[in-house]
């Protein structure tokens, strides 16, 4: 009969999607009423409080270049919606908490402050301008990398240390992932690369490779006793690895013009059951079989049943859980 939709008004240019759509409130400012009331604010380099709401006499927003205070803006409004709407279109979850609330973003937070962070406390993120003041960290797939914290908190809790922390990691690149194909921007395309778009490295790498994580130089590929010690930035290698190989399955591949390459710790071959199961399999663990203190194994377990769940236990689907976590050295 009648479907409610969000309102999209707002012309966006940003630095990183190009020219998108934003959800807005009349004259004018960045409150995106068809999800949650989401709101973007400026703050100007301060680090606490909220800043500025932002608000203009027109309805459009940066230029696409840094030097605009809009552009950081467009982007990190651009990257709230995508993720709003993967959640609620795809995994049937309305808002961070399901709740149908909004949080907020905060861009322009301090000085060549370079990284993003989701806070619990305001139930917000915010954005570091990078090095210089003039690489904002605010492309779709780290908009959706900090969110998705956000949701873990909400639902298996997973503590942000040891292996459970690497699980917690992971899952935001999963669905960072997950968001950047969903949102099919022509500018920034999916991949399975984390933070391919704000140049970190100062050399055109991305930050996190899913199909190979040692390429970044530090994560891990397998699992391995020992792997709780390690950073949850690199301790999340073999998870992302897990997500990759469930996806596209062992071997070298090119997507939207990315090269991969994905050998398995057990030289064993993985078909790959596309992203968008890999995907449902993952957030159905995360939402109803992982807890606050899961380990690898047991996101093995986990991942099995929701596949068990979803597709059954005689599935291929089911099968490629297992054999992908074999890939990645997790299980019998
Ligand atoms: N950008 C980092 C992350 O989301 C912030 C942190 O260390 N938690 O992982
Ligand atoms: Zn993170």
């Not at 699992?223 to 990759?244: K, Q, R």
């Not at 690898?296 to 689907?317: Q, V």
Request: hydrophobic letters at 30%; glycine letters at 14%; charged letters at 15%.
């Amino acid at each position: 009969l009648y479907e409610w939709q969000a309102i999209e008004t707002g012309t966006g240019n940003t630095e990183y999607s190009g020219q998108v759509t934003l959800g807005t409130a009349p004259s004018y400012t960045l409150t995106d009423t068809g999800r949650g009331n989401h709101k973007t604010y400026n703050l100007n380099h301060g680090t606490s409080g909220t800043g500025t709401l932002f608000s203009g006499s027109d309805d459009v927003w940066g230029d696409g270049t840094p030097q605009n205070a809009e552009t950081a803006a467009a982007d990190a409004h651009y990257g709230a919606a995508e993720t709003w709407d993967y959640y609620k279109n795809v995994q049937g979850r309305t808002g961070i908490r399901g709740d149908g609330v909004g949080a907020y973003s905060r861009v322009h937070y301090g000085n060549n402050y370079v990284n993003a962070f989701w806070d619990d406390s305001c139930f917000c993120m915010t954005y570091g301008d990078g090095s210089g003041n003039a690489a904002p960290l605010t492309s779709l797939d780290v908009a959706a990398h900090e969110m998705t914290h956000g949701v873990t908190s909400a639902t298996a809790g997973l503590v942000y240390s040891g292996e459970s922390g690497g699980l917690n990691e992971a899952t935001s690149d999963i669905m960072a992932a997950a968001v950047e194909f969903y949102a099919n921007n022509a500018t920034d395309k999916g991949d399975y690369l984390v933070g391919e778009k704000i140049d970190i490295n100062g050399n055109g790498t991305p930050l996190r490779y899913m199909d190979k994580p040692s390429k970044d130089g530090a994560s891990k590929d397998s699992w391995y006793s020992g792997i709780g010690g390690v950073d949850v930035h690199y301790s999340s290698g073999p998870a992302n690895h897990f997500f990759y190989l469930l996806s596209e399955g062992s071997g070298a591949k090119t997507i939207n013009g990315v090269s991969y390459n994905s050998p398995t710790s057990d030289g064993l071959p993985v078909t790959g059951i596309g992203r968008d199961k890999a995907a449902l399999i993952w957030f159905k663990a995360l939402s109803t079989k992982f807890s606050s203190t899961t380990n690898y194994a047991a996101a093995r377990t986990g991942t099995l049943a929701a596949a068990g769940d979803l597709y059954g236990t005689t599935s291929a689907e089911y099968k490629a859980v297992a054999d992908a976590w074999a890939g990645v050295n997790v299980g019998s």
